[in-house]
């Protein structure tokens, strides 16, 4: 992964001290020459914890105490800010179904708010960071993110090509908090593991393959895509069953707003996507008055095509997904 791109850039990330946003920290400071790596984050705790992990780069890192609700402060913050990585983000599906006023106000004001303080900052590049639950939602988290998605999109046609705003979109995270490999480790201990569908599946993905997609689309980006990393699938119950093979399986059926399977290119969305050799990349149905496809060289889609996780040509075994959980050690 070349970022030679970033040097001497002021790269922030909202969420900095959650799962994704700590691991994006880390590859920024260590891989990159970034003038200067900003955490955005309302928790005090985390942030004082990574002043001590990362002390080493402390005349690179900064820290910003801030919620991505509070226009003000995303304008304070992004003062000098050449680079927005935007993860911050309400995330659970079951509370959020109960709390939809919570997912409302971080997922899509918040996301406006995001937006408009980096027009308003002359912010040169915005990644959204999205979720496979966006396409076709099923659920508020999913409606939310699919909000967002459309602000960032949007926003270009009122950004004068001087602020550029861009997404990814991805599946379930291995090893991040609150992930399934967290929830089984526990449930293991009491001998019986819950799988709510015994057909489900699910795309999977690794916290540093995530981090490498958002560093390549900003890279690769105009404004207006949608990066889709060609991620393999497997059934939720094989995994359980690799993961605690000694446990029993007691099927409790599908929760409030959760999906049988995922979608992350929907046929609609095929019809403006071209396919790369590592990701499909969604263009807008409208330009910006600007080209936005033939900076990248990809093959358009047949119709009807759609990336399920259920019809998706690349399947983890046990020994792929052993190699998955080896590469998070």
């Not at 942030?47 to 991505?68: C, H, N, P, W």
């Not at 590592?278 to 060289?297: T, W």
């Not at 358009?300 to 399920?308: H, I, K, P, R």
């Amino acid at each position: 992964m070349n970022l030679d791109f970033l040097k001497g850039k002021s790269v922030l990330v909202t969420g900095g001290t959650g799962s994704f946003g700590q691991r994006c920290i880390r590859t920024l400071l260590e891989n990159s020459d970034a003038r200067r790596v900003i955490v955005f984050s309302r928790d005090e705790l985390k942030q004082s914890q990574m002043l001590t992990t990362f002390a080493k780069y402390e005349d690179r890192l900064r820290f910003f105490l801030g919620d991505v609700r509070d226009l003000a402060r995303l304008n304070r913050a992004f003062n000098g800010v050449d680079i927005v990585i935007h993860a911050a983000a309400l995330k659970q599906v079951p509370p959020l179904e109960y709390n939809p006023s919570e997912a409302i106000q971080t997922n899509i004001i918040g996301t406006q708010n995001v937006v408009d303080a980096a027009i308003d900052q002359g912010v040169e590049k915005v990644m959204l960071i999205s979720t496979d639950k966006a396409a076709n939602p099923a659920n508020l988290y999913g409606a939310t993110k699919l909000c967002a998605e459309r602000s960032c999109i949007s926003s270009n046609f009122y950004a004068g090509g001087k602020t550029r705003l861009s997404a990814v979109r991805y599946g379930n995270v291995l090893g991040s908090r609150g992930s399934l490999l967290k929830l089984v480790e526990e449930q293991r201990k009491t001998g019986v593991v819950l799988l709510t569908h015994e057909e489900m599946t699910r795309f999977w993905i690794t916290l540093d393959q995530g981090v490498e997609l958002v560093l390549n689309g900003l890279e690769r980006m105009k404004g207006g895509e949608i990066f889709i990393p060609k991620i393999p699938s497997m059934r939720v119950g094989d995994l359980l069953k690799a993961l605690a093979p000694e446990c029993e399986l007691k099927v409790i059926g599908i929760r409030p707003g959760e999906k049988l399977h995922e979608v992350l290119v929907t046929p609609e969305e095929a019809r403006h996507t071209v396919e790369l050799e590592d990701v499909y990349v969604i263009f807008p149905e409208f330009s910006f008055g600007r080209d936005l496809v033939s900076h990248l060289n990809g093959k358009s889609l047949e119709d009807g095509f759609a990336f399920t996780s259920d019809k998706n040509t690349d399947w983890l075994d046990e020994a792929g997904l052993k190699k998955l959980l080896d590469s998070l050690k």
